[in-house]
């Protein structure tokens, strides 16, 4: 096992958070029960805010950045977990308040660990990474709702391109659900189509405001972007259906009104993939494991040296990236 290694580390510079790689040793690393030795980590849309200093992810510094990581379990003092188990973690606020996975090794607390199913290898997991359970978990609360059918109304599923979108796109056509993806991009139709989108409309369609309700269109959706975007495809959703919101890559803000919620009894279902429950992150990794077409996933993400990072931040966040970005830590 190595003495030193390296790591991206967030710290307090002139009051201002700054990124930069160093080395650590195993006695820097926090006291939790279980050390791993990371495979790979991957870039997230928080991840790009985090390691560019654009947004303060960080609450506690020093902090090691990156919010999942994969990899194989070196020492474990917690009877859950021994030496050769392997993990993946995504959120739990690594990278906020708890140390994260854009290092060789990290100590771990051993609630934090999911085990990897065997049907992904760690690359493969961290193609899929906190992105892509995000969308598992969506789909889980989509279908749960009971409003979406294979064949029947389209699902809308927004910022389609991007990790969320991606495999959420793929998770839905897998179960047989009509999938319109939304995206300012034309040039990712082909590869949307591949993952199983049948037909697309541009983000600025859904940009636009409009009236309260609308056109009944969607039996469902997937929602990234939040913003305008969240209240027009709340608008648009037809009686009884649900719109999932996991994200704010477009605003925070939700400038709408509660007709589409009291007039066709549309639902805005909230999914948290940092907090949620063991049950439910158990099911999300099943649900990747059993419908996750291992072809399209390969057209989903591409490998990353350890020192591409900076330069990945900055695009994550300029919306250059298309479908999920791994770091391959070990180089």
């Not at 020492?75 to 993946?88: A, F, I, L, M």
């Not at 793929?170 to 189509?193: C, D, F, I, N, Q």
């Not at 940009?207 to 609308?214: F, H, N, R, V």
Request: aromatic share 6%.
């Amino acid at each position: 096992m190595a003495e030193s290694f390296k790591a991206f580390v967030i710290t307090d510079v002139d009051g201002k958070p700054k990124g930069d790689f160093t080395t650590l040793t195993l006695a820097d690393l926090p006291d939790n029960d279980v050390l791993v030795e990371v495979a790979y980590s991957s870039v997230n849309y928080k991840d790009g805010l985090a390691v560019s200093g654009k947004g303060k992810i960080a609450r506690k510094l020093p902090m090691v950045a990156g919010i999942d990581l994969a990899g194989t379990v070196v020492e474990s003092r917690s009877p859950d977990w021994n030496p050769g188990d392997k993990v993946v973690a995504n959120g739990w606020g690594m990278s906020e308040t708890q140390w994260g996975g854009y290092t060789r090794f990290q100590r771990m607390k051993a609630e934090w660990l999911t085990r990897l199913p065997d049907a992904f290898s760690f690359e493969e997991a961290m193609g899929i990474g906190t992105a892509g359970y995000t969308a598992a978990l969506c789909v889980d609360a989509l279908e749960r709702w009971g409003t979406v059918r294979p064949g029947g109304k389209e699902v809308l599923v927004t910022g389609a391109a991007g990790g969320v979108g991606s495999v959420a796109v793929a998770l839905l056509a897998k179960r047989g659900y009509p999938v319109v993806a939304s995206t300012g991009r034309p040039e990712t139709h082909e590869y949307l189509r591949g993952l199983g989108a049948t037909g697309f409309i541009d983000r600025t369609a859904l940009l636009e405001k409009g009236a309260p309700l609308q056109k009944e269109r969607w039996a469902g959706g997937v929602d990234s972007v939040g913003g305008q975007t969240l209240v027009n495809a709340l608008s648009q959703t037809a009686w009884g259906g649900a719109i999932v919101a996991c994200g704010l890559a477009g605003s925070a803000d939700l400038p709408g009104t509660v007709l589409p919620h009291i007039l066709r009894s549309v639902a805005l279902l909230g999914v948290d993939s940092v907090m949620a429950p063991q049950q439910l992150r158990n099911a999300a990794w099943a649900r990747l494991a059993r419908d996750m077409d291992k072809n399209a996933l390969k057209t989903m993400y591409d490998v990353q040296p350890f020192n591409a990072l900076p330069d990945l931040a900055t695009k994550i966040l300029d919306g250059q990236i298309r479908g999920r970005v791994v770091i391959d830590v070990t180089r």
